[in-house]
């Protein structure tokens, strides 16, 4: 099973997929190193939103 994922470059913000479950060390646009980033799915974004409901919940009890 293929691990995909988007990366995006901090740079020059070019954006592509990855298929190898590796995020590469170079911009193949512009070429510069370490200003990939792996963008967030929409399941994580998510499962974050979740998260912060749960905070909010035990926030909530606490005061
Ligand atoms: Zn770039």
Redesign the pocket.
């Given at each position: 099973m293929f691990f995909m994922f988007k990366v995006k470059?901090s740079?020059?913000g070019?954006e592509f997929e990855v298929k190898s479950g590796k995020i590469p060390k170079k911009?193949p646009?512009?070429d510069?190193e370490g200003?990939l980033e792996r963008k967030k799915s929409a399941q994580e974004l998510l499962e974050e939103v979740e998260e912060l409901e749960k905070n909010y919940v035990i926030k909530d009890k606490e005061y």
């Open positions: 470059c740079s020059c070019f911009c646009y512009c510069k200003t």
